[in-house]
Every structure is written in structure tokens, then in C-alpha cells.
């Protein structure tokens, strides 16, 4: 049987074209054509000055470097996320201060952080720096956080990692803060095999992580170095992956949509499983497609679900598990954790690529309906009057002895 993956690359068959053109021109360091083209590829979309790292994680922690974050600063953060989003602000020698979800949207509650922010403020201990994440693709609500932010002037670095090609209010988001990251890891919507991008508003923050990412390397013929760089840049090969990539962007954005209305339409009648909510106020690139389970209503678990979808060869996961029940960060400063909590324990997230055929997910949708009360009442149903001969026909043990 072939298994249903979660979320994986979909190649649009241009990539090997631009790989091939790195390997005739030998450009297969972190120099070279791709590079810069993929980069002005991010600027005309984006209108922002865009750097290519060997990762989101890199792009991150550039970003939060160039926002001024450093040793013993606090960083607020989203608490549902990818740890991914926080571990840069460790790398920093910071704290990170973990912001609770809304229910709306699933990302960072504006009303909370505005809390923190003048509780902290009343400290004088206001945070370096604010990262929303855009989580599984859909915007926060960016206007009431960016206004909070601007009230204490503290700068926000937005985790579009899973949000390329979203919308918030008609402007992209990772076009909203002061800087923003994209991953292209095998599991997002589009794929270098690895890599990231930062963009900036800001063009010195641009700069300086482009400085930094290169190994900092002082002008002039000489190795000299006067600050602490990295070797993030991305390579030249994987660029020509991610130029060929972003040429299908909003196709894949627009399958992955239509992978979870799919599954919000095969839904709908059955009791105890609910989408992830849709915010009216952007285009939700829906990088995964996620949902609630009720279990009572549902008649299972949302862990009785994955493990029953793992059966059949079908890879679910739960929801992001909050950083604050981490034990890497469960001595975070945290405002509220009761919704992501419950998001979490919740929360699943299912077969979600765009390439995904319909097949596969008609498989998907079956093997989630049969797990339902009203599927194993439809199963019990069948057991019990669809083959009432076969039973009657038995011969009873005792009558047999
Ligand atoms: C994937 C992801 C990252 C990290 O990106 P990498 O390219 O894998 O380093 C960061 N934040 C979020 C929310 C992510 O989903």
C-alpha cells in the first residue's frame, strides 16, 4: 500500500532546468545567478530588499540579531508554534516571553500581548522584539498587534514559514512587520530542500543579515573580520530549486486550498470534528489542513484518530505542541496557554499537499468518517441486519456438541 504523506515537495519539472544551469556554469557554491534571481524574484513580489539563508531558522535568527535582540533581552513570542520560531532567541542569549492563541485564528491573542506589553512596560523591561507566526498559513491579526507594538515602539519580525502567499487585509503577509522569514524545508509550500528567506522593510536590516549570513567578512583583500558572522547563505543549486518553485507558488497555494475545503465540505455533516477557523480577513494559504475533534461527539480521540489513520497508511499529527508545555522552554514567562492547550490536545492535522490527488484524499476522508460514532453505527448497522442469514445460518456450538 502506498502511504498518504502528510505534506510533501511537488516539483513543478522546471527545477532541474535552473539546477543544470548551475552545474554548466559551475556556480555551485553560495554565489551565483539563482541566487540573485531568486532573491529579485521575493523583491518584485514582495516590493521588500529579500535575503536567501540556508534555512527559516537562519532567517530568524539574522532577523532578531538585526532587530537589536541580545543577551538578556526578552522576546515575545507565539506560544503555538514550531519551536523553530523560538530557539533563535535562545541562540541570542534571550528569553523568550510566550503569548497565548485566540480562538479565531489559532495564532497570537492582539489582547493578551497588549497586556504583556504594559505589564512589561511598568517594569521597564519591554521586549526587544515581538515574532507572530502565521500558523499553518492563515495571517494573525496583524493591525490591533502592530498598533500595540507601535505604541511602546517595539519591533515585530513576522514567522511566515508556513504563510507564503498569505494575505492579511489585501497585503501579503511577511510585508506587515519591521522584517519577516519564509522556510522552504521539504514540508512547506514551496521547497529548496532547504533553505529560507528574510525580507525587510528596512533595507539596513537586509544588508546586515546578508553581512552576517556570509561569515561577516570586513571589506578590503584581507580575511578580516570585525563582528560575529555565520555560514547561512544558501547555495546557488538549491536556488535554481526555489526559482522554479516560487514560479508555481500560487498554484500550490491555491491546491492546498482546495485540499481543505475538500475536506471542510466531506465534513460537515459529521458531529465532533471542526476546521481550523478561516479569518475573513485574508487568503489563508492553508498549509495544513487542521482540524478539532470533539471526542465525545466524534465517538474517538484525536490520538485514536491518528493511530486508526496510521492503520491505513495515512501520516496525521497533532497540532504544534506549545512551547510553554516544551520542556525546553515550560519555565517561559507564559501570558494565558489555556487555548493552545486545548488546540493542541485538540487538534490534528491532516494529508495536506498539493499534490495530493483526489483519490488519496477520498481515501482519507472515508478512513476519517468510518472512525466517526455515525461510522461505526453505520458498521455495527451492517454487522448487524446487512448479513442476518449468514448469522442465522450458523450452526450453534452448543447444538453442535
Ligand atoms: C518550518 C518552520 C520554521 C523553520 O523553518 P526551517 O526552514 O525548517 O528552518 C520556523 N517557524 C515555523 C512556524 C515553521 O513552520
Given at each position: 500500500?502506498?502511504?498518504?504523506?502528510?505534506?510533501?515537495?511537488?516539483?513543478?519539472?522546471?527545477?532541474?532546468?535552473?539546477?543544470?544551469?548551475?552545474?554548466?556554469?559551475?556556480?555551485?557554491?553560495?554565489?551565483?545567478?539563482?541566487?540573485?534571481?531568486?532573491?529579485?524574484?521575493?523583491?518584485?513580489?514582495?516590493?521588500?530588499?529579500?535575503v536567501a539563508v540556508s534555512s527559516g531558522t537562519a532567517a530568524i535568527h539574522l532577523g532578531l540579531r538585526a532587530l537589536g535582540v541580545?543577551?538578556?533581552?526578552?522576546?515575545?513570542?507565539?506560544?503555538?508554534?514550531?519551536?523553530?520560531?523560538?530557539?533563535?532567541?535562545?541562540?541570542?542569549?534571550?528569553?523568550?516571553?510566550?503569548?497565548?492563541?485566540?480562538?479565531?485564528?489559532?495564532?497570537?491573542?492582539?489582547?493578551?500581548?497588549?497586556?504583556?506589553?504594559?505589564?512589561?512596560?511598568?517594569?521597564?523591561?519591554?521586549?526587544?522584539?515581538?515574532?507572530?507566526?502565521?500558523?499553518?498559513?492563515?495571517?494573525?491579526?496583524?493591525?490591533?498587534?502592530?498598533?500595540?507594538?507601535?505604541?511602546?515602539?517595539?519591533?515585530?519580525?513576522?514567522?511566515?514559514?508556513?504563510?507564503?502567499?498569505?494575505?492579511?487585509?489585501?497585503?501579503?503577509?511577511?510585508?506587515?512587520?519591521?522584517?519577516?522569514?519564509?522556510?522552504?524545508?521539504?514540508?512547506?509550500?514551496?521547497?529548496?530542500?532547504?533553505?529560507?528567506?528574510?525580507?525587510?522593510?528596512?533595507?539596513?536590516?537586509?544588508?546586515?543579515?546578508?553581512?552576517?549570513?556570509?561569515?561577516?567578512?570586513?571589506?578590503?583583500?584581507?580575511?578580516?573580520?570585525?563582528?560575529?558572522?555565520?555560514?547561512?547563505?544558501?547555495?546557488?543549486?538549491?536556488?535554481?530549486?526555489g526559482r522554479a518553485q516560487f514560479e508555481v507558488l500560487d498554484e500550490r497555494v491555491a491546491q492546498r486550498r482546495a485540499v481543505a475545503?475538500?475536506?471542510?465540505?466531506?465534513?460537515?455533516?459529521?458531529?465532533?470534528?471542526?476546521?481550523?477557523?478561516?479569518?475573513?480577513?485574508?487568503?489563508?494559504?492553508?498549509?495544513?489542513?487542521?482540524?478539532?475533534?470533539?471526542?465525545?461527539?466524534?465517538?474517538?480521540?484525536?490520538?485514536?484518530?491518528?493511530?486508526?489513520?496510521?492503520?491505513?497508511?495515512?501520516?496525521?499529527?497533532?497540532?504544534?505542541?506549545?512551547?510553554?508545555?516544551?520542556?525546553?522552554?515550560?519555565?517561559?514567562?507564559?501570558?494565558?496557554?489555556?487555548?493552545?492547550?486545548?488546540?493542541?490536545?485538540?487538534?490534528?492535522?491532516?494529508?495536506?499537499?498539493?499534490?495530493?490527488?483526489?483519490?488519496?484524499?477520498?481515501?482519507?476522508?472515508?478512513?476519517?468518517?468510518?472512525?466517526?460514532?455515525?461510522?461505526?453505527?453505520?458498521?455495527?448497522?451492517?454487522?448487524?441486519?446487512?448479513?442476518?442469514?449468514?448469522?442465522?445460518?450458523?450452526?450453534?456450538?452448543?447444538?453442535?456438541?
Open positions: 500500500m502506498q502511504r498518504i504523506l502528510l505534506s510533501v515537495p511537488h516539483m513543478s519539472g522546471r527545477e532541474q532546468r535552473y539546477v543544470a544551469e548551475a552545474f554548466a556554469s559551475n556556480w555551485l557554491s553560495t554565489v551565483g545567478p539563482n541566487l540573485d534571481a531568486f532573491e529579485r524574484d521575493f523583491e518584485a513580489r514582495f516590493g521588500l530588499p529579500a541580545s543577551s538578556g533581552d526578552a522576546v515575545f513570542c507565539s506560544d503555538l508554534t514550531f519551536v523553530a520560531s523560538v530557539n533563535p532567541v535562545r541562540y541570542l542569549g534571550a528569553e523568550p516571553v510566550l503569548i497565548d492563541s485566540e480562538p479565531r485564528t489559532w495564532n497570537m491573542d492582539p489582547r493578551l500581548l497588549a497586556a504583556a506589553l504594559a505589564e512589561h512596560a511598568a517594569r521597564g523591561r519591554l521586549p526587544k522584539a515581538v515574532i507572530v507566526v502565521h500558523l499553518f498559513g492563515q495571517s494573525a491579526d496583524m493591525d490591533p498587534i502592530l498598533e500595540a507594538c507601535a505604541q511602546y515602539g517595539v519591533p515585530v519580525l513576522e514567522d511566515a514559514a508556513e504563510a507564503l502567499g498569505a494575505v492579511y487585509k489585501g497585503r501579503p503577509a511577511g510585508t506587515l512587520g519591521d522584517a519577516a522569514v519564509f522556510s522552504f524545508n521539504g514540508n512547506k509550500i514551496i521547497t529548496t530542500s532547504g533553505g529560507g528567506m528574510l525580507v525587510s522593510r528596512r533595507p539596513e536590516i537586509a544588508a546586515k543579515a546578508r553581512f552576517w549570513a556570509t561569515q561577516a567578512r570586513d571589506p578590503g583583500l584581507a580575511y578580516e573580520h570585525s563582528e560575529l558572522g555565520y555560514n547561512y547563505r544558501l547555495s546557488n543549486v538549491l536556488a535554481g530549486i475545503f475538500a475536506y471542510h465540505a466531506a465534513f460537515a455533516d459529521l458531529p465532533g470534528i471542526s476546521p481550523m477557523p478561516q479569518a475573513p480577513w485574508g487568503l489563508h494559504t492553508n498549509w495544513l489542513s487542521c482540524f478539532l475533534i470533539d471526542e465525545a461527539a466524534f465517538g474517538s480521540s484525536r490520538d485514536g484518530l491518528i493511530r486508526w489513520l496510521a492503520e491505513t497508511g495515512i501520516e496525521s499529527r497533532p497540532v504544534w505542541k506549545p512551547m510553554h508545555l516544551q520542556p525546553l522552554y515550560e519555565s517561559s514567562p507564559c501570558y494565558g496557554g489555556a487555548i493552545s492547550e486545548d488546540l493542541f490536545r485538540r487538534g490534528i492535522c491532516l494529508p495536506s499537499s498539493s499534490s495530493l490527488t483526489a483519490s488519496e484524499q477520498a481515501s482519507v476522508i472515508q478512513q476519517v468518517r468510518k472512525k466517526t460514532i455515525s461510522g461505526q453505527l453505520s458498521a455495527l448497522g451492517h454487522r448487524l441486519f446487512a448479513q442476518p442469514a449468514a448469522t442465522v445460518a450458523e450452526p450453534q456450538p452448543a447444538a453442535q456438541s
